[in-house]
């Protein structure tokens, strides 16, 4: 009983995947063939059993599609559902009349049941869910559906809707009624058509591609039983049975898989580009109607039959020529948006790269400039240089005058650095009243003679507003590779640097690890000297205090040194002032 019940439970889990459906509708299909092909009853009895499988097959499908449906999919999935059970309606109203009533009318209920069924699959593929399309390409698609659906009509005509209509039959009814199941399926065409033309969606691609399958299949199994059903061939019990419900369980499947595709996302989700099949698709056609065009020029027929497809070709090369029209502005406005996108892009790497306020490359674009200068300045043995010049006092000038005078005053002094400089160096704005100036294979002299000119040329007094002000700057420099071997380690060395010349009457320096509070080396040192207090390694030494009258040692004085055990002998000079900033100098004096 256990087992039963687990087997069961596996089974119903496999029925809510499309798979667990596929292989359930090809081991009914599969044993219907095999009661066609073995034969195992007498002709009566495999009758009967091909009208109870008939509708039974497509019945199957029908809970895949109106069962647990989602709201934002409920009216495609609804419709396809409700297209499939019209189907069995109107086999069952048919087997009904055949099996119980023993007769057979034409037209009858059971064909107004049929027909309802390929309307309502077409609403279903309407109403799948789609990226917007620009006019100019709804127009274009448009015009490839119209395109196939002439050429296809065409070929019905001349095979299937001419014969249908020219043959005698009994009323004017059996007549529509007949013709409108060949329309039926070029109702189904369209729809294949449709989903052929949205491959793109890659979302809905499994669902696109098993109503495609399952339209399609329809269509075909339903030619050849007009062609049969024309020779007077066709009979109950062939080959062709099974299809009938193989094209409807597809359909379900693909309503299946349509419950579990991802919601599409238009706004943040490009076109695709369309493939090449799908290009070409629309002019497939115009070969096989010239095909038929000659065989109808040299086999005269029907007038009639003939009259309509030469009509169906006419209006197939106007429509091959509108469609190049089409093709040829849709191309032309893929030309206009790509400039314009290309336009968009440049102003939008302009912004990324530039401040905003001067005009000047940003931090990032600095840095983008100094990443390949960096591996052939080593190569070569090149040097090069980084300058960061910080305006002296500017938070007095933004206080006094405003922020907006003091832009105007950032915006002149970018202009000086760049006139006063070679075009191929690099002026930058890196943030607030700093600016950074990147000199590529330049040794010290030559940064010390760019220095100059940056001063001179701020000497000038610059006119804001109505008053003239005299500003300075101080200037940070760092080299390359001695400073620094890449443009993040330049940049904060250079940044060192020029604080340490704001304490410099030259308004000038040059990178000193000595004097950089933030150095890696200086960071381990403090580590080292936590150590060393820790476990006793520093020493003192006494040196005596001698009363100068007398000659008498009066005292002591207690300095302290530190023989590191790899940097060697370093001096109080640089680890008392890092203890006196860290905090460590209460044990250290201890």
């Given at each position: 009983m256990e087992h039963l019940i687990s087997t069961l439970r596996l089974l119903g889990r496999a029925l809510t995947t499309v798979k667990g459906w596929a292989v359930l509708f090809l081991c009914f299909d599969g044993a219907f063939w095999a009661?066609?092909?073995?034969?195992?009853?007498?002709?009566?009895?495999?009758?009967?059993?091909?009208?109870?499988?008939?509708?039974?097959?497509?019945?199957?499908?029908?809970?895949?599609?109106?069962?647990?449906?989602r709201r934002r999919k409920l009216g495609a999935s609804l419709f396809l559902g409700l297209g499939i059970l019209a189907y069995v309606v109107g086999q069952g109203i048919w087997r009904w009349n055949q099996l119980i009533a023993h007769q057979t009318p034409f037209p009858s209920s059971a064909d107004l049941v049929f027909l309802a069924s390929a309307p309502l699959l077409l609403l279903g593929v309407l109403l799948l869910s789609t990226r917007p399309l620009p006019r100019i390409?709804?127009?274009?698609?448009?015009?490839?559906?119209?395109?196939?659906?002439?050429?296809?009509?065409?070929?019905?005509?001349?095979?299937?809707?001419?014969?249908?209509?020219?043959?005698?039959?009994?009323?004017?009814?059996?007549?529509?009624?007949?013709?409108?199941?060949?329309?039926?399926?070029?109702?189904?065409?369209?729809?294949?058509?449709?989903?052929?033309?949205?491959?793109q969606d890659r979302a809905l691609r499994p669902v696109l591609l098993l109503l495609s399958l399952g339209m399609l299949t329809l269509v075909l199994t339903d030619s050849v039983y007009d062609y049969q059903n024309l020779q007077n061939s066709f009979a109950i019990g062939g080959l062709i049975d099974p299809l009938w419900s193989l094209s409807f369980q597809l359909i379900g499947l693909g309503a299946l898989a349509l419950r579990r595709a991802p919601k599409l996302s238009p706004a943040v989700s490009p076109q695709p580009s369309r493939s090449l099949w799908q290009i070409l698709l629309p002019y497939a056609i115009i070969p096989a109607l010239s095909l038929l065009l000659l065989y109808v020029w040299w086999t005269p027929g029907n007038n009639t039959l003939e009259a309509g497809v030469y009509v169906g070709t006419a209006l197939l090369i106007g429509l091959v020529l509108l469609r190049q029209i089409v093709a040829m502005r849709e191309l032309h406005t893929l030309y206009i948006n790509n400039d314009a996108l290309a336009?968009?892009?440049?102003?939008?790497?302009?912004?990324?790269?530039?401040?905003?306020?001067?005009?000047?490359?940003?931090?990032?674009?600095?840095?983008?400039?100094?990443?390949?200068?960096?591996?052939?300045?080593?190569?070569?043995?090149?040097?090069?240089?980084?300058?960061?010049?910080?305006?002296?006092?500017?938070?007095?000038?933004?206080?006094?005058?405003?922020?907006?005078?003091?832009?105007?005053?950032?915006?002149?002094?970018?202009?000086?650095?760049?006139?006063?400089?070679?075009?191929?160096?690099?002026?930058?704005?890196?943030?607030?009243?700093?600016?950074?100036?990147?000199?590529?294979?330049?040794?010290?002299?030559?940064?010390?003679?760019?220095?100059?000119?940056?001063?001179?040329?701020?000497?000038?007094?610059?006119?804001?507003?109505?008053?003239?002000?005299?500003?300075?700057?101080?200037?940070?420099?760092?080299?390359?590779?001695?400073?620094?071997?890449?443009?993040?380690?330049?940049?904060?060395?250079?940044?060192?640097?020029?604080?340490?010349?704001?304490?410099?009457?030259?308004?000038?320096?040059?990178?000193?690890?000595?004097?950089?509070?933030?150095?890696?080396?200086?960071?381990?040192?403090?580590?080292?000297?936590?150590?060393?207090?820790?476990?006793?390694?520093?020493?003192?030494?006494?040196q005596p205090k001698a009363e100068l009258q007398t000659g008498l040692v009066k005292g002591v004085e207690a300095l302290v040194r530190w023989q590191h055990p790899t940097e060697g002998f370093i001096a109080p000079g640089q680890f008392i002032p890092l203890a006196e900033q860290t905090g460590l100098i209460t044990p250290l004096t201890r």
């Open positions: 009661l066609l092909l073995l034969r195992p009853v007498g002709h009566a009895e495999l009758v009967a059993a091909d009208d109870v499988l008939q509708c039974i097959g497509p019945l199957l499908a029908v809970p895949l599609c109106l069962v647990h449906l390409s709804r127009v274009r698609v448009g015009l490839d559906g119209v395109m196939m659906m002439t050429a296809i009509i065409t070929f019905s005509w001349y095979f299937v809707l001419g014969p249908t209509l020219l043959q005698g039959s009994t009323s004017l009814l059996a007549k529509v009624v007949g013709t409108a199941y060949p329309c039926s399926d070029l109702v189904l065409l369209l729809c294949v058509l449709l989903l052929w033309a949205r491959q336009s968009a892009n440049r102003q939008l790497e302009v912004q990324a790269t530039h401040d905003a306020l001067t005009g000047l490359p940003n931090r990032s674009l600095l840095w983008t400039r100094i990443q390949p200068v960096s591996p052939s300045a080593r190569r070569d043995h090149h040097w090069a240089t980084l300058l960061i010049l910080d305006l002296d006092r500017f938070k007095e000038v933004n206080d006094t005058f405003g922020h907006q005078l003091g832009d105007q005053l950032l915006r002149q002094v970018g202009e000086r650095l760049c006139l006063s400089v070679d075009p191929a160096v690099t002026v930058s704005r890196i943030g607030g009243d700093e600016f950074a100036v990147f000199l590529p294979e330049t040794d010290e002299t030559t940064a010390l003679q760019v220095v100059a000119q940056l001063n001179t040329a701020l000497e000038e007094p610059f006119l804001i507003g109505e008053y003239p002000l005299q500003i300075e700057a101080s200037t940070g420099i760092a080299l390359y590779p001695a400073h620094g071997n890449d443009p993040v380690t330049l940049c904060q060395h250079a940044d060192v640097a020029m604080y340490l010349a704001k304490q410099s009457p030259e308004r000038y320096a040059f990178y000193d690890v000595r004097y950089d509070h933030y150095s890696t080396r200086r960071l381990a040192l403090l580590g080292d000297l936590r150590q060393a207090i820790a476990n006793s390694e520093l020493r003192l030494y006494y």
